[in-house]
């Protein structure tokens, strides 16, 4: 069984590629001949390993993980989900081997497949949220918006206040994407009031404040925020990450809608 936590990297490193979006580098410094050599020697590796399966050789587990690692890294993904079928195979799965699955299905343009795994997935492990957050992702893509949006409401209510949390904030998340600040703004006050010690609430509607322009209420928010501890008494770290954006995005403003000494020169001139 190949390890756990190489396909839950894996699997992190490719779902957070596709929600957040690949930025392309302005500019790339020239590889070394030894990082070209290495990388030579790696593709070779590949391609060795890639025969051997063809020719119906088995793999030992270290040499399929390692595979499956470059697969992914060079983008070959039809090939990946080749390398992992047989961990598939077996009569017990685990839940992050099948998750992997669907992502690659869904990166291979298979979205029926990839939704097909999901679904037991869920069947399997009921609001998970890794499960949840992937098949919201793909039914964006399929144009779903609305219909993934009644589902996950559907779940949400389902559950106990205390329990829902995080399932809460994708959907507040999802309404917000969808244009429906209110909703989500509501929900998020919600969230908000049922896990009084958790301050992730307050920031998500913190940047939506933001967003609209209303400076009050958002030292407000971040002032409610930092009166939240956790478990262990400490300051959730994200309310001084968020508020630093948010005071660079308003330091940005301030100073975009300073009049330069130019300009006030002239005006100065004027009668």
């Known amino acids: 069984m190949p390890s756990l936590r190489r396909i839950l990297l894996l699997l992190a490193s490719m779902v957070g590629a596709a929600l957040v979006g690949l930025i392309a580098a302005a500019s790339m410094a020239p590889e070394t001949r030894a990082r070209a050599s290495r ?7 590949v391609e060795l390993l890639m ?7 088995n793999l030992n587990e270290a040499e399929r993980g390692l595979l499956l690692e470059r697969l992914v890294t060079l983008e070959r993904l039809q090939d990946a989900e080749v ?9 017990s799965t685990p839940r992050e081997l099948t998750l ?19 679904h037991h997935l869920l069947r399997l492990h009921p609001n998970d949220l890794q499960v949840l957050q992937l098949l919201v992702l793909l039914d964006q893509e399929l144009g779903r918006q609305g219909q993934v949006t009644a589902e996950l409401t559907t779940r949400f209510k389902g ?39 958790d301050a992730r609430p307050l920031l998500a509607l913190a940047l939506l404040q933001q967003e609209r322009g209303d400076s009050e209420a958002v030292h407000t928010l971040l002032k409610q925020a930092r009166e939240r501890r956790d478990a262990n ?6 309310i001084d990450v968020v508020a630093g954006q948010l005071g660079l995005s308003a330091a940005r403003a ?18």
């Open 233 to 238: 008494g400490r300051i959730n770290p994200l």
């Open 100 to 118: 992997f699955k669907a992502e690659l299905q869904r990166r291979n343009g298979q979205p029926e497949a990839a939704r097909r795994s999901l």
């Open 159 to 197: 559950l106990e206040p205390g329990q829902r949390l995080e399932i809460g904030l994708l959907l507040a998340d999802l309404l917000r994407q969808g244009g429906s600040d209110q909703t989500a703004m509501k929900l998020y006050g919600q969230l908000a009031t049922e896990n009084k010690t």
């Open 51 to 57: 025969q051997q399966l063809q020719h119906h050789d």
């Open 83 to 91: 390398v992992l079928q047989p961990w598939l195979s077996g009569h």
């Open 39 to 45: 990388l030579a020697e790696e593709d070779q590796q």
């Open 254 to 271: 301030t100073a975009s809608d300073q009049p330069s000494a130019k300009a006030f020169q002239e005006g100065s001139d004027r009668p």
